[in-house]
């Protein structure tokens, strides 16, 4: 099987440390076996960088992606955008460059759905500097999903080499939780989270365990009846659909060594308990995937890390990871015949 094209990697917020992983990404491109990548930015902003932190990254500017292998074992490859690039302040965050985050973004989404490029891999952005310049999304991953097209329903699920997990609800208020959590919404992401672990992970008949919204699984309705009235009739439907799930499962058991051998990922209620195991058990390999999208796309688990940003001291670990995942995730795909190109 010949080998996947380059992966798209977008800049994330400039003041932020994703250009200092990208250039330290890039240096352990040998060690780490990486597959070839290229930044879309303005190229400055990666020099400058790499001047600052005296990284010695050659820089090297391509017209397209197919430029990139004949490039990326001497140098780090930059499709630049043609656009302003304003003054970088490393640990402040902007609206002045939104416009180079977002079309970073916009570009990478477009090489990889016309084939260009394998998968899309996003350094963390600040929201809050989007907005002020006139963001309209919630965040990256709707952004993402609009970029997608009209029906695309997102999944964000949290992956590192020990433990999957997708948050059934995400940043709501904890109150909030049980009235989110519907019948209709489990089914939803647990055939979402299914086929998207047999088409982009290369699992045959993915093992799907859903935990309890209340403490012991509501134990028989004495600790909370969501468990009876939604979660077990939404599980039902889903094994007559002839999904593997189990569930639901007391969460303070269920993410023991030995538990997690008996799944492959862990559908969870609300944001915390997902999150918390996931990052307990690997903190800097973890992996932010969107499933449901017609790319694929990954993100390193942690935000812009404003306070250390140009220190020289951010660890690419979690960016790393989620270039090893895009890239294999992009070989199962191909693997199993899915199209990359959107027709």
Known sequence: MADIKPLAMTIGEPGGIGPELALKAWLTRKAEALPAFFVIAPSAILRDQENLLQLDVPIVEISNPGDVADVFETALPIYPLDLPCP???????????????????????????????????????????????GFAHPGHTEFLAELAGPGTIPVMMLANSQLRVVPMTIHIALSRVPDALTIDLIIRLAHITSRALTQDFGISYPRLAIAGLNPHAGEDGAMGDEEQTVMIPAIRQLQQDGLNVVGPMSADTMFHAEARAHYDVALCPYHDQALIPVKTLDFHGGVNVTLGLPFIRTSPDHGTALNIAGKGIARPDSLIAAIRMAASMARNRQQAGEPTIDR
Do not use: F, W
């Not at 302040?89 to 180079?100: L, M, N, Q, R, V």
């Open 87 to 133: 003054s970088v302040h490393c640990g402040t965050a902007s609206p002045d460059t939104a416009a180079i985050v977002i079309a970073s973004i916009m570009k990478a989404v477009e090489l990889t759905r016309m084939g260009a490029t394998s998968a899309v891999v996003t350094n963390p952005i600040q929201k809050s500097a989007l907005y002020q310049a």
